[in-house]
């Protein structure tokens, strides 16, 4: 890290010496831990041209879910700009084995936040948009969950592929002809708090078990976004789906369901990373559509 960011962010810590040891973070982030007599922390760093607002975003995404008492996330210590870095500093977690404890923890504390219901909006969106990993995220509110899917999460990304030439139009032919059946896939369920981004990458153990959610997109829709998402790359323990369950019973077709909402972030992946996601595209297409 350059020595200036280095100071810069060491004034706004109020120390005077720590080290800055970079640390695996995902796809498009630099991250780093921070090592100083006092504390341990988490620094975040990317482009404030690339990605402008990123980790304002993310801030308080993670200060929302914070709002709900239901799962732990970090403690944010300071977010802001040096030159044409954006900086987002966070409490470090220090990891735990991850128990049948943790994973029973884990599902109960989705279910509490995915049935929050503290102010809870009668629609789905968010008052602001947001990001999904490097994606911007519309989340201009709809009545209706499958509007809001259709128009706000599938079209987005089906026009940022079709613009790659990722997608062709006989892909868009067969999202055509699912979304006249979506109604019968999605009975109607109250906007649930959501994660956003809940892969397997985007949570932590830390102490007692206790699950700690990071790298939020979050917004008010369907749950079973969040339940797809656990399924997509490996899934979860199934200590987890039993606890959730237990809580909050899972939609009848939890799976068709779950099926249909990882288009989205397979959508995102497609976008992101390129055409190595379209047969999983295409396959739960041709299956449920």
């Not at 607002?53 to 879910?65: A, P, R, T």
């Not at 279910?111 to 929050?116: E, G, Q, R, T, V």
């Not at 079973?224 to 019973?249: I, N, R, V, W």
């Amino acid at each position: 890290m350059d020595a200036g960011l280095q100071q810069f962010i060491l004034t706004q810590l109020s120390i005077d010496r720590a080290t800055f040891n970079r640390v695996e973070g995902g796809s498009i982030n630099d991250t780093f831990k921070i090592e100083s007599h006092q504390f341990n922390l988490l620094c975040k760093l990317n482009s404030a041209k690339k990605f402008p607002g990123l980790f304002e975003k993310e801030k308080n995404g993670l200060e929302f879910l914070r709002s709900t008492n239901t799962l732990r996330v970090p403690g944010i210590v300071w977010c802001g700009l040096f030159e044409d870095n954006q900086i987002l500093i966070l409490e470090w977690i220090e990891e735990a084995l991850r128990t049948e404890a943790f994973w029973k923890k884990f599902g109960e504390g989705l279910a509490a936040l995915h049935s929050y219901d503290d102010d809870r909006p009668t629609r789905f969106g968010f008052p602001e948009n947001n990001f999904m990993g490097a994606l911007p995220q519309d989340n201009a509110p709809s009545n209706n969950w499958v509007d809001f899917f259709i128009e706000r999460r599938l079209k987005p990304q089906l026009e940022l592929a079709l613009k790659s030439r990722l997608l062709a139009q006989k892909e868009l032919d067969l999202f055509e002809h699912m979304y006249r059946k979506l109604d019968s896939f999605f009975p109607t369920e109250r906007p649930a708090a959501l994660h956003g981004d809940l892969w397997s990458g985007n949570y932590l153990c830390g102490n007692n078990s206790e699950a700690v959610l990071i790298d939020p997109a979050v917004y008010y829709g369907h749950r079973s976004m969040d339940l797809g998402m656990t399924k997509l790359f490996g899934g979860f323990d199934q200590a987890f789906y039993d606890a959730y369950d237990y809580h909050f019973p899972l939609p009848e077709n939890a799976d068709e369901q779950a099926d249909i909402c990882n288009l989205y972030p397979l959508l995102i992946h497609l976008n992101l990373f390129g055409s190595g996601y379209l047969g999983s595209i295409v396959s739960i297409l041709k299956r449920w559509g």
